[in-house]
């Protein structure tokens, strides 16, 4: 389809022409060739297309919008030789004089060399039969004496392979022919060489046809120029120099920035301008437009490639050159240089310096992905002070990507300011945007998770379910000290505890009670899942468990199953081993007369009643509402101020918690929770609707027995913003138990679990630290999760003991219990923390040598990943995009803040997979533009630039 335009203010050059008006052949017209093809009719002369063969429709209808329509006087097609080819037009001609034969594209350079030549037109001829194969470019410029590549180009991979086996990697390969989109890719290895030669030759060049061959060539380090010439009759006059603004971003070694024109008079342009005119010279070029792509190395200038034909990018750049030169482009001089000798002449050699005003070409770039909802920032940029033209192909329902090459660009901006200062004021605003993630406003997704637990890993990537790659470090002696031997008082082989729900942590529960000697029946609520059955973690191994049996029916239907399986056994406790086996864990636990938080309050999971209890104790609480229809949460949501919080008014940490940033937002938020399945089965009761707390997330773990809270660690969560995401979880760090928060934190909890009665068992309970102080998010009524791998971290932080231990001394020990600490030993007897991996980068994973790397650190303990050869990685935005888990631990805490800054360090350079090879890598943005398709906007106040 033909790109979108605006029709206010444009030239359709509709002047009629006199029969005798000459003919000019433009091959193949399209982008920039456009408008030189507009630039010549109105010189007086018509306009003859002939297109190549394969060149495809959607090419052909690639028309700038500054070009308005195109008058053909004839559409001819290329013949099956060039005599039949030049008999074809000549008779379209209908007795008009033949005036000119240019390329308007990059497949139409050859065409047109031997159409001009065979017409006996302005040419440059055919004595070399391919200017536009880049090996051949190399090789003469090399008989010239001029910097070139090293380089081996063929059309099997045995032509190329000495090549690649001697010559020092990285290395470049790209079709010897090619349009600026045309695959170029940047290869680490020879594997990776041999797998993208391969690619190439099976690959269907953007302009129609096969490719070729393939080049293979030395990778160039340096800084990239463009040099714009103009030539007649081998007098070349250079229209523009250009300098790439080329830095990391998002995992790619490289992402264009912008495009910034250099002064005539610098330095840099000084070796340039004389190198590229020897360049066309080298390649017999002698007409025409023409931009040369070259690297200034540490051995001067090296030539990229030499396009035979205008500057691409839809000649978007045509008003910035005309402004900075004073009147004139590449586009006008090209007609000169085939229409008026006079006035091709007249042209300066160079661009005049210093310029006439200040401005460049701005590539936007995203950090960001999701489905466009509005595009904001697209409408500040057009009432920016420079704004001259801004082209992309983003609209309302395009899905955005993270820039990583031109294909995931999100479009470019022309700046043009008399005022250099206002200029750069632009240009930092724009670069805010897009840092801030303001270009776009996104559709809302289904989740956005909230804080990280193994069950979040499992469903995040995990690819074969719960089976999740786990490695424990073999060569640390301290981690396998024996047990501290628990002594009961009756004969624990003729009791039996009941624990419902038993995955993650709540597996490391029933091993601990099964290693004191008493039965353990797994109880599974109604619609728990095999696939979360199955969530042992590794370090507990086989679980063998007295009798597995389902919940039925009614309560007293269940306790007389629990009866049945328990026999001659005595029931001594019950306890959720789970989020979703808490109701029941209460209920059933009081109705077997055993120890129990009890049914008083009926539903201790559902957030909102959490906050309304602790709200009647005079503890901060979280400003909310809830409700299954949305009518019961719409005034609130009418007078809160954004963001709010979405989340299910019971969940387990893997369930969908999003920020929503306007009221649709939130109300198709709050549609898709209900419409949700959550993670442990069922349908989502209702939703919660919560003021967003701002400050530090802090998760405080406690221990309870009869109504003596023991807390046994303190977390703070290590979040920044990353990948466009406002915050990612990045690890989860021990906090002293005499540190100020801490000394906050204990007490407000302990009121937390007292409003709640929760009065036995395990706990975490998650807290913000606000300006105001603590404010509970959520109180959890189970064990800590994330598989209990912070087990032996904790048991070296107290000195033996974690929450698992503790847990089962509350329900069976209460001599062990009373002698636990009220709280961790302060300082802590060891130093640790959880490191939460993060990708900066995206592929399909090849290896993981940085996986191998963190199993080597001194203070490793501990890694959980779903991540392996054939996994599919992305951007981390959640936890869904989340790469890992590694538990450090080491006596002497240099150590351990030598190892996370080496973790970390891998991950910004991308250090921890390696991936197999992508399709493409696609070179320059000079013709990016040329092959896609993309909406226009004009300065209403520069139109006359413009156009």
Sequence with gaps: MPPERMDNGIDEDRSTSPSNAPVAVIVDPYSTGCLVAKEIAKRGCVLMALWTKGFSDDMKAHVPMSAGTMNYFCEVDEHDSLEATAQAVRAACDGRELTACLAGGEAGVDLADALSEYLQLRTNGTQIPNRRDKKIQQELIRKTGLRSVRQSCGTKLEEVDQFLKTESFPLVLKPVESAGSDGVKLCSTYDEAKDHFELLMNSQMVNGGE?????????????????????????????????????????????????????????????????????????????????????????????????????????????????????????????????????????????????????????????????????????????????????????????????????????????????????????????????????????????????????????????????????????????????????????????????????????????????????????????????????????????????????????????????????????????????????????????????????????????????????????????????????????????????????????????????????????EHFNVLMKSQMVNGGECPAVLCQEFLRGKEYVVDHVSRDGVHKTVMVWVYDKRPANGSAFVYFGCVPVPSDSPEAKLLIPYVRRVLDSLDVRNGPSHGEVMMTDDGPCLVEMNCRAHGGDGNWRPLCRALNGGYSQVEASVDAYLDSRQFMVTPDRPPAPFKASGQEVILVSFSRGTVKSTPGFEKIKKLHSFVYLETGIKKGSKVDYTVDLFTGIGSVILMHEDPKVLESDVAFIRQMEKDNKLFEYEPSRVMFSSPSNILDTLLSTVTISADNQQNYF
Excluded at 216 to 230: A, P, S, T
């Design 211 to 667: 490719c070729p061959a393939v080049l293979c060539q030395e990778f160039l380090r340096g800084k990239e120029y463009v040099v714009d010439h103009v030539s007649r009759d081998g007098v070349h006059k250079t229209m523009m120099v250009w300098v790439y603004d080329k830095r990391p971003a998002n995992g790619s070694a490289f992402v264009y920035f912008g495009c910034v024109p250099v002064d005539s008079n610098s330095p840099e342009a000084k070796i340039l301008i004389p190198y590229v005119r020897g360049v066309l010279d080298a390649m017999g070029f002698e007409n025409g437009p023409s931009h040369g792509e070259v690297m200034m190395t540490e051995e001067g200038p090296c030539l990229i490639e030499m396009n035979c034909r205008a500057h691409g990018g839809d000649g978007n750049w045509r008003p910035l050159c005309r402004a900075l030169t004073g009147g004139y482009s590449q586009v006008e001089a090209s007609a000169d240089a085939y229409l008026d000798e006079f006035q091709f002449n007249r042209l300066p050699d160079k661009p005049p310096s210093p310029f006439r005003a200040h401005g460049l070409e701005v590539i936007l770039v995203s950090f960001s992905q999701g489905t466009v909802q509005a595009c904001p920032g697209y409408d500040v940029m057009k009432n920016l002070p420079s704004f001259l033209c801004l082209e992309t192909g983003v609209k309302a329902g395009s899905k955005v990507d993270f820039t990583v090459d031109l294909f995931t660009g999100i479009g470019s901006v022309i700046l043009l300011n008399n005022d250099k200062a206002a200029l750069t004021r632009d240009l930092d605003f724009i670069r805010y945007m897009e840092k801030i993630n303001g270009i776009f406003t996104y559709e809302t997704r289904l989740e956005a998770l909230s804080r990280p637990t193994s069950e979040a890993y499992e469903r995040a990537y995990s690819t074969d379910g719960p089976h999740l790659i786990r490695h424990f470090s073999n060569d640390r002696p301290e981690l396998r000290r024996p047990l501290v031997k628990r002594m009961t008082t009756v004969d624990a082989s003729r009791e039996c505890v009941v624990v419902v729900d038993p995955y993650s942590t709540g597996c490391l529960i029933c091993e601990e009670i099964l290693k004191r000697g008493y039965k353990v029946i797994a109880l599974w609520t109604k619609g728990f899942t095999e696939e979360m059955k199955s969530h042992v973690p590794i370090a507990c191994g086989a679980l063998n468990y007295q009798a597995e049996i389902e919940e039925v029916g009614s309560l007293s239907d269940t306790a007389n199953a629990v009866r049945k399986a328990a026999g001659s056994l005595k029931i001594v406790g019950c306890i959720a081993g789970g989020e979703a086996g808490v109701d029941l864990a209460d209920a059933l636990s009081e109705n077997l007369e055993v120890r129990s938080n009890g049914t008083v309050i009926p539903n201790k999971r559902d957030k909102k009643i959490q906050m309304e209890l602790i709200k009647k104790r005079g503890l901060r609480s979280v400003r909310q509402a809830g409700g299954a229809k949305f009518e019961d949460v719409e005034p609130f949501l009418n007078r809160e101020q954004y963001p709010v919080v979405l989340k299910p008014t019971e969940s387990a940490g893997s369930d969908g918690v999003k920020l929503c940033h306007n009221f649709e937002e939130a109300k």
